[in-house]
Structure formats: structure tokens, C-alpha cells
Nanobody, 119 residues
Framework: QAQLVESGGGLVQAGGSLRVSCQAS????????MGWFRQAPGKEREFVAA????????VYADSVKGRFTNSRDNAKNTVYLQMNNLKSEDTAVYYC????????????WGQGTQVTVSS
């Protein structure tokens, strides 16, 4: 069973950058597709990005393509989301998730980290 802990959220001005991380427990991290989702106040949770087990396949939501970079380090049991050129509409709680397959059915979720972009 995987446990996921996000970190790195915060307050940033529009146009700035932020990197959020997700640390996973257990020795089976490399089995899982790792995804990022976000939920803004009053909105449904939405998909942001996902990276497959090896890191060789990555997909992004159209809204973040070209601005966000998803990566993973299996030796560190960590997945990263580098966010550049942030916009006010990126403000949300960001969650990482783990699941099998690609695309994955996500079975494990972190507690989330707040990202706030001021305009």
C-alpha cells in the first residue's frame, strides 16, 4: 500500500515558477503510474499530468501543456511537477496519486498541497 505526501506548494506571482513534489513510501513505487490532479474552490478535481512507471511516457492536460513538466525519480520514490509561467487559474490544491496501468486507475492519493497564484 502506497502512502503519498506532497510538498512544495505556496504563494507565487503570476508568471512565476513553483515545483511541487510527492514522496511515496514503500518499495513498489516504480510499479505505479503517478498522476497529478488539482481542485480549485468550487470546481471539480481535474487531471493535470501523469507519468508512467519508467518515466518514458508523460501526458498533460491541454491547459498546462508547455508550462508544466512532470518527472519522477524512482531511486528517491519521488515525483515532481515543475510549474512555470503560472497563471491565476492554476490556483488550486494539487494532489498526487498512484495507480496501475497507463492510463491508470488511481487507488492512492496524497493529502494535497495548496498552490496560490496572485495576479
Amino acid at each position: 500500500q502506497a502512502q503519498l505526501v506532497e510538498s512544495g506548494g505556496g504563494l507565487v506571482q503570476a508568471g512565476g515558477s513553483l515545483r511541487v513534489s510527492c514522496q511515496a513510501s514503500g518499495r513498489t513505487f516504480s510499479w505505479y503510474t503517478m498522476g497529478w490532479f488539482r481542485q480549485a474552490p468550487g470546481k471539480e478535481r481535474e487531471f493535470v499530468a501523469a507519468v508512467n512507471r519508467s518515466g518514458g511516457s508523460i501526458v498533460y492536460a491541454d491547459s498546462v501543456k508547455g508550462r508544466f513538466t512532470n518527472s519522477r525519480d524512482n531511486a528517491k520514490n519521488t515525483v515532481y511537477l515543475q510549474m512555470n509561467n503560472l497563471k491565476s487559474e492554476d490556483t488550486a490544491v494539487y494532489y498526487c496519486a498512484a495507480g496501475l496501468g497507463f492510463p491508470a486507475k488511481y487507488d492512492y492519493w496524497g493529502q494535497g498541497t495548496q498552490v496560490t497564484v496572485s495576479s
